[in-house]
């Protein structure tokens, strides 16, 4: 029932900063726990940063200080402020969606960091 598409991605130069954004479709989104998921070549997939339904937010601690996880309900949007940027945060990012034992996930968005 939940689509989400993922927009913002960019190539970046270190230092710099970009605001990821997920499209989520359906009634429920202000119901559902959000996240942001990463995966960087040659790595597993982590998790970025959580938002509950309520607006608790959690954040890897390897991004913690530099990102800030959002949600507009009205607009059934979640985001990513990404500041200052580093090489290793270059993955693909992919929004997810979660209410119960339902798990949704975008196809992602690719944030490379380079000069």
């Known amino acids: 029932q939940v689509q989400l598409v993922e927009s913002g991605g960019a190539l970046v130069q270190p230092g710099g900063s970009l605001r990821l954004s997920c499209a989520a479709s359906?009634?429920?989104?202000?119901?559902?726990?959000m996240g942001w998921y990463r995966q960087a070549p040659g790595k597993q997939r982590e998790l970025v940063a959580t938002?509950?339904?309520?607006?608790?937010?959690n954040y890897a601690n390897s991004v913690k200080g530099r990102f800030t996880i959002s949600r507009d309900n009205g607009k059934n949007t979640l985001y990513l402020q990404m500041n200052s940027l580093k090489p290793e945060d270059t993955a693909i990012y992919f929004c997810?969606?979660?209410?119960?034992?339902?798990?949704?996930w975008g196809k992602g968005t690719l944030v490379t960091v380079s000069s």
């Open positions: 938002i509950s339904n309520g607006g608790n937010t």
């Open positions: 359906g009634p429920l989104f202000w119901l559902y726990n």
């Open positions: 997810t969606a979660a209410l119960g034992s339902s798990d949704y």
